[in-house]
């Protein structure tokens, strides 16, 4: 069995965001003969003591990695999460090795679903990926997503809340031909993302685009996140997105997701002074939103982009959404705790992953082009319940349309 490089148990480590004293402990290296835990591992990660076979595969969990990788001749570059679309990145240090597990591991389920798309399938690149610039402008970016995609502000508005209305704009985007995944966690609700740190992160692949949407965020912010890594596709721009919009490139995609949310002159129906009381305007912001399925922040948003809000109030009120949102997610959780049961795992599952990669894998299977395990990678579940996660699933999705 090749030796293991101590650089790379001390890489696997901090690039997992974990201290010596937190590693040791997850790891189960306690104290022996005088020696603490965190001691004992700084020994191994010193190149004084050789990392037995059960530690290092108990590494490989905790600190989401391979195992292959710890055999590795040095720690590897940084993983290609395309542009980081984040312009604040002292405000997430703390989730970053959060952020790089789940880029990592999207990109090896879509690296899946493109080589059978291409070998098995013959697929051909679609043309809206890559196929405008931010030089083409918000309103000729924003019109070319509406006509491919078949996207009706009317008919959104119509299903009457939204989540609905958010599962209507994935189904559309499904059909022509992109992969949307909701995923706020790697498996379990210790290793939450926050929203700072991802929002939403688009591989702009011309054969088998994927978008992700943090689903620790609210619903009503769903359609938004959506419509964003949309127009990140349309620009060919692969990345992250965070919470924040000051770069160039985010500004311009929220701006496309805005404006078909909340097309220009409607904001006239709102009158607030840039002077008034932030109370009286969070209240009137609150009910012109929820009439029209989007966020509060939004509308802020949009209030501050046409000079109605300074930036000060602007970042106040979005920050008492914020507040007012997280409070209410908090107080709905533990309502949940006291009541039997809950919504079934393979139904929260099936929504997490979409009727496009489900209806991919369910199709490929049968064909005997995908192995349970390997479907099992792309899904995100154990070998043994592939079946079931597939056999209750609506797989109608109609893609290259």
Known sequence: ???????????????????????????????????????????????????????????????????????????????DRGEDFRTLPDQHTAGEPLVDALVRDIRARQTMVRAVLVEEEEAQPLAFVGSMSRNDGVGAVLDSIRRTLG?????????????????????????????????????????????????????ADPIAPFVVINDQDAKTAWSFTLLHEVAHLWIGATGVSGGHI???????????????????????????????DEAAIARLITEFANERLVSRSLV?????????????????????????????RAAQRERARGQDGGPNYYIVRRHRLGPALLSFVARNMSEGVLTPTRASKLLGVKPRSVHTLLSGASLSIEQGA
């Open 1 to 79: 069995m090749p030796s293991v490089n101590p650089t790379i148990l001390k890489w696997a480590r901090e690039s997992a965001g974990l201290s010596l004293e937190e590693a040791a402990g997850k790891v189960g290296i306690r104290g022996a003969r005088g020696i603490s835990g965190e001691d004992r591992l700084l020994a191994l990660e010193s190149d004084e003591g050789e990392v037995s076979r059960p530690v290092l595969l108990k590494m490989a969990k905790v600190y989401r990695r391979p195992l292959v990788s710890f055999y590795l001749d040095k720690p590897p570059v940084r993983g």
């Open 151 to 203: 996207l009706d502000l009317a008919a959104f508005r119509a299903q009457g809340s939204a989540e609905a209305g958010f599962s209507m704009l994935r189904r559309q985007v499904e059909m022509a031909g992109v992969y949307v995944l909701l995923i706020g966690n790697l498996g379990s609700h210790h290793s939450a993302i926050d929203v700072d740190a991802f929002r939403g992160f688009a591989l």
């Open 246 to 276: 000051e770069g160039a490139t985010e500004q311009f995609c929220n701006d496309v997701a805005s404006k078909f949310l909340l097309p220009e002159g409607e904001l006239d129906q709102l009158r607030v002074r840039i002077d008034g």
């Open 300 to 328: 802020a948003y949009r209030l501050f982009r046409a000079g109605a809000l300074d930036q000060t109030a602007w970042r106040n009120l979005t920050e008492t959404f914020k507040g007012e949102w997280l409070r209410n």
